[in-house]
């Protein structure tokens, strides 16, 4: 069964402006799916649909088999947790706090957490590369430190499929390849699927260099245009429709593993 099913999904904020025409993609488990595409292609609206922040028009949105336009909040996070690209640090939570927070959905939401749920905590504090921060101050941390609590907090959650939108949009590039690699690791390790939104294609063949099982969809005028192994789909015939750009797909030394070289706008 697939744990992450969309069915013909459409959307629009008004009858005038249709967002997604016909939706379809799916997700196994052990799999990434990057959702690429133009600016304004509607990937941060596909993310917020699957979440339910968005209401479609039609089809279905099925996690785990089960409709998600009938379930109820703390049943959708039993099965999916999400990770944004930022989050507001308006109060001074401690790292610990913020992590505990992937716990509320069993519990009462003023609940200190149980002494299960502390532990749990703590080993995805660990399994992100952060224990001994448990008592450091939110507020405080720089911008990969940041985004690798927000991981941990999804990872709290003991779900089975990560909801990712634009997770390195704010990381310089030691930050970025330490989360794909916390990416990578998760997948091996626990049998995470993970759906992700991202500006940038290389990381796609990343993961596909990494031996993750990797799919990817090209988003654009409201629809998949075409969905598949990175290897498959971004080519430069498909970049140059997609983007309007000259790009080529170059390998390392080795030859395995393979990376886009973009060279010009068209």
């Known amino acids: 069964m697939d744990i992450l099913s969309l069915q013909d999904v459409c959307f629009s904020y008004n009858e005038k402006r249709t967002i997604l025409n ?115 101050d939110y507020s405080t941390l720089s911008g990969g430190e940041l985004q690798l609590v927000l991981i941990a907090r999804a990872i709290a959650q003991k779900s089975k499929l990560l909801i990712m939108d634009e997770p390195t949009a704010h990381l310089d590039f030691k930050n970025e390849i330490r989360c794909m690699e916390l990416i990578c690791q998760l997948v091996k390790e626990n049998n995470l699927s993970v759906v992700m939104a991202t500006h ?37 015939e498909n970049l140059s429709k997609t983007f309007n750009i000259v790009a080529e797909v170059a390998a390392d030394a080795s030859g395995e593993r393979k990376y886009i070289l973009p060279l010009r706008n068209i």
């Open 200 to 236: 940038f294609l290389n990381q796609a063949y990343f993961l596909e260099n990494a031996g993750i099982k990797t799919s990817v969809g090209l988003l654009n005028d409201g629809c998949f245009e075409i969905t598949g192994e990175p290897s498959n789909v971004l080519i430069p």
């Open 22 to 136: 016909n939706v379809n993609l799916s997700i196994e488990e052990g799999e990434v799916f990057c959702i690429v595409g133009p600016n304004g292609c509607g990937k941060s609206t596909l993310i917020d649909c699957i979440l339910g922040i968005n209401k479609i028009d039609s089809g279905k949105i099925l996690l785990a088999g089960k409709d998600t336009c009938k379930m109820k909040p703390n049943e959708f996070a039993k099965y999916a947790a999400y990770v944004p690209q930022a989050h507001a640090q308006t109060f001074s939570y401690t790292v610990m706090q913020i992590v505990l927070m992937g716990r509320t959905f069993t519990q009462n939401i003023f609940s200190p957490g149980t002494k299960e749920d502390k532990e749990i905590a703590l080993n995805a504090i660990e399994t992100v590369g952060l224990r001994g921060y448990e008592e450091r």
